[in-house]
């Protein structure tokens, strides 16, 4: 009983740093119909700046994060700019989209490396490895300060979205981009502020996770299809639905690496990924995909 | 030509058909250059005559190369140019096909030039059922099942002792000299990339191919229309597996090891998806243009920068360009100018 107890903290603590790493991608994709590929490589970013944030000036990685947030909003705001802006007449638009983050996807990972070098780095602020026990279970502290910095972020963003004007026009523009320009929403604007908060939410997760998981740039590969896996099955642009895939799917890969084999934990994500897209590929809270 | 429908039977309709098609076509479109993929082909098979003068190695290689990557690239045409199912999971059965010849390679010593055939029916036949699942999603879900589909095949791979797991396994080395140890996998690429180009213009020209054209513009009009859309696309992603499995079988043998980190990377499947759009998507020509250029981009970047993450970021800025300013690709670009030289309009 007290394993899956453990086993179940430990689940819905990385579920939480999940959730926050997966909301940006549902937001941008919400708003404006784009499949950020870059999103992982964007988060790499932001934990090399924690990274080096703390490595060079001892800088705590919690306390970095605003900073981090902040740059990569400024890169989103220049990236759709440069290569997004453009495309929204395109004609096959999601299809180019996809392809475009791809290919910066590919150019972040080629920089980062040829710039850091593609050796495994984590921050280690005495947190990290420093540990809660309450009876004979467990919690480690990092582990839970970032998955309750995600959860505090991820409540603000809800906040921001349900009731300030700004979220009301990007929750409008993301219901039906003709009407909310309609009714005198900059839906271009909108666009580039979602895009730029989805950014630095990337940017925040980054953050969190430089000291949860080890990082390096080709890690994003890995993280591309754990992310697809929990943004398809909330329902692709549902910010709610996310964070309860994310904590759904993550508890599932704790019990599977805990009882299979730590591999095979990975491995749950994207096995999940083809068994929503089989099942169901709306996901829990989307609507139903057009044909398209 | 006029025809009277009332009595007019098949051959008649068929023949005003033709009449009508002939008009519409402009005049140097109807006699095809056919004569210049059969020049280069000519040429490319003299080539290792040169050995007899000195040491081309090099050079065969780079034609090798573009080779095996023209056999794949128009290979993922079938599905990513003609179908407009965009699949960046094909690095899974480049892995297939090179895995199942150099298991019997190194286990039988059967070479894989003989088996390369058999190693592409094999990954037609993973690609089969694997269309079966994730082709009934398309667009954006269907981009990332595929990348799904090369991360759950990277862990089978890597954790499987049969093959080696993630250090891979080691073929037997060729033992013919220097000169000649090239040219039968030389040979084989042309050829194989002869039989692709032959093999994609006749998918393209047929009743298949037509229904995969269709299915591309709009698939719930394709399919009231009579096509049985599943079967279509399924056939057309197992007909592209099978040509990158074919390259596979032999690009392992020639690379003489076999390694998960190799073969089941995600920059194979983006340099084929690369290459068909820098060339021209769902044209023949496309791809083996996109080959010859990515080649030689790779080629001078390897040359004067070296390091791999330098490739990758400089394979990233051309596809972010290519994409940006030639989303038909040279081919298609050229084609709707109307300024593509005939030698090119392999269509």
Redesign the interface.
């Known amino acids: 009983m007290t394993d899956i107890l453990q086993i179940l903290i430990l689940g819905l603590a990385l579920g939480g740093v999940i959730a926050l790493m997966g909301s940006g991608l549902s937001l941008v994709f919400g708003v404006m119909r784009i499949?950020n590929?870059a999103h992982p490589s964007l988060i790499i970013c932001g934990a090399y700046v924690s990274y080096w944030a703390f490595k060079l000036w001892g800088l705590d990685p919690i306390a970095t994060l605003p900073i981090a947030a902040l740059i990569m909003a400024a890169i989103g705001v220049l990236l759709y700019r440069l290569?997004f802006e453009?495309q929204a007449k395109?004609a096959?638009y999601?299809?180019?989209t996809?392809?475009?983050t791809?290919?910066?996807?590919?150019?972040?990972?080629?920089?980062l490396?040829?710039a850091f070098t593609?050796t495994q780095r984590v921050t280690s602020p005495e947190y990290a490895t420093d540990a809660f026990f309450i009876g004979s279970l467990f919690i480690p502290k990092g582990q839970l300060y970032a998955g309750c910095v995600s959860l505090a972020i991820i409540g603000a963003l809800t906040l921001f979205l349900n009731y300030s004007r700004l979220g009301y026009a990007i929750r409008a523009t993301t219901q039906n981009r003709e009407a909310a320009e309609l009714l005198g929403v900059n839906v271009n604007l909108i666009s580039m502020i979602a895009f730029a908060i989805g950014i630095g939410l990337a940017g925040a997760a980054g953050s969190l996770v430089s000291f949860v998981f080890s990082f390096f740039?080709a890690k994003q590969?890995?993280w591309?299809?754990m992310l697809?896996?929990v943004v398809?099955l909330g329902g692709m642009g549902s910010v709610l639905g996310t964070v309860v895939a994310a904590l759904l799917l993550s508890v599932i890969a704790a019990f599977v690496g805990a009882w299979v084999g730590a591999?095979w934990s990975?491995?749950t994500f994207?096995?999940a990924?083809?068994v929503i897209?089989?099942i169901r590929?709306q996901g829990l809270f989307g609507e139903k995909?057009e044909?398209? | 030509m006029a025809v009277d429908l009332q009595q007019a039977d098949a051959s008649s309709v068929l023949e005003a058909r033709r009449i009508h098609n002939q008009k519409l076509a402009r005049q140097h479109d109807q006699t095809r250059a056919t004569w210049f993929p059969l020049v280069v082909l000519g040429v490319l098979l003299a080539l290792p005559l040169l050995q007899l003068t000195g040491n081309y190695n090099y050079l065969l290689h780079l034609v090798l190369f573009t080779a095996s990557y023209a056999v794949m690239a128009s290979g993922w045409n079938i599905i990513g140019g003609f179908a407009?199912y965009?699949s960046?999971g094909h690095a899974v059965f480049f892995a297939i096909g090179g895995y199942f010849s150099g298991v019997l390679l190194a286990r039988y010593g059967i070479s894989s030039l003989l088996t390369a055939p058999l190693a592409g029916l094999v990954a037609a036949i993973c690609g089969y059922l694997v269309g079966l699942?994730?082709l009934?999603?398309?667009?954006?879900?269907f981009?990332?099942?595929s990348?799904?589909?090369?991360?759950?095949a990277r862990?089978l791979f890597?954790?499987w002792g049969f093959i080696g797991g993630a250090n891979g396994m080691s073929l037997p080395v060729t033992d013919l000299p220097v000169q000649t140890a090239k040219l039968p996998y030389y040979y084989a690429f042309v050829l194989m990339a002869a039989f692709t180009v032959w093999a994609t213009y006749r998918i393209k020209h047929s009743k298949f191919g037509l229904g995969l054209r269709a299915l591309s513009k709009d698939?719930?009009k394709a399919e009231s229309a009579g096509i049985n859309t599943r079967f279509y696309k399924v056939l057309a992603f197992a007909l592209s597996a099978f040509f990158v499995g074919m390259s596979g079988a032999v690009w392992g043998e020639y690379l003489t090891y076999l390694r998960p980190n190799i073969f089941l990377i995600?920059?194979v499947s983006?340099n084929l998806?690369l290459m068909c759009?820098l060339g021209g998507k769902g044209t023949i020509a496309g791809p083996v243009v996109g080959a010859i250029l990515i080649v030689a981009f790779n080629e001078i970047f390897v040359a004067t920068l070296g390091?791999?993450?330098?490739?990758?970021?400089?394979?990233?800025?051309v596809?972010?360009l290519g994409?940006?300013f030639f989303?038909n690709g040279v081919i298609g670009t050229l084609a709707r100018k109307g300024k593509l030289p005939r030698v090119l309009n392999w269509d």
């Open positions: 499949v590929l290569m453009s395109s096959r999601s299809e180019m996809v392809l475009l791809f290919a910066l996807a590919m150019i972040v990972e080629g920089f490396g040829a593609n740039p590969w890995e591309i299809a697809m896996s398809v591999t990975t491995m994207f096995l990924l083809f897209l089989l590929p995909p044909l398209a | 407009g965009i960046l699942i994730t009934k999603v398309r667009g954006p879900s981009i990332i099942s990348i799904a589909l090369l991360m759950i862990i890597d954790h698939e719930v995600i920059l983006a998806v759009i390091a791999s993450e330098i490739n990758i970021l400089a394979t990233g800025f596809m972010v994409l940006m989303p």
